[in-house]
């Protein structure tokens, strides 16, 4: 079971970037991914998640209207669409795999985790 998060780097302020978390192994196909972000001295933070099917799709208010989450099954990897970026989102970001996507989002329901990678926006 592998799961790893590519696509971050440097940006400037107002810019997009699109993250991909790319995942193999059994049950990750009938898995929810979900995609966090942790900033140094911050608490790892919920921001997407989307359910096995593409069905459920879910973004935490504090990026929502700027970010959005989809997956192509047929690749086994889900996006992370981020839009109109602020050096408030520079953090790392990490995908993860759930059985569900539900709002609360808690960092130790989610049992597989990727590497992280890190974005950075400047000013």
């Known amino acids: 079971v592998q799961l790893q998060a590519s696509g971050g780097g440097l940006v400037q302020t107002g810019e997009s970037l699109t993250l991909s978390c790319t995942y193999s192994?059994?049950?990750?196909?009938?898995?929810?991914i979900g995609w966090f972000r942790q900033a140094p001295g911050k608490e790892r933070e919920g921001l997407a998640c989307?359910?096995?099917?593409?069905?459920?799709?879910l973004v935490k208010d504090s990026v929502k209207g700027r970010f959005t989450i989809s997956r192509d099954n047929s690749k086994n990897t889900v996006y992370l669409h981020m839009n109109n970026l602020k050096p408030e989102d520079t953090a790392v970001y990490y995908c993860?795999?759930?059985?569900?996507?539900?709002?609360?989002?808690?960092?130790?329901?989610?049992?597989?985790w990727g590497q992280g990678t890190q974005v950075t926006v400047s000013s």
């Open positions: 989307i359910s096995s099917t593409a069905g459920m799709k």
């Open positions: 993860a795999g759930d059985l569900l996507c539900v709002q609360a989002m808690k960092v130790d329901e989610y049992d597989y």
């Open positions: 192994g059994s049950p990750l196909d009938y898995y929810a």
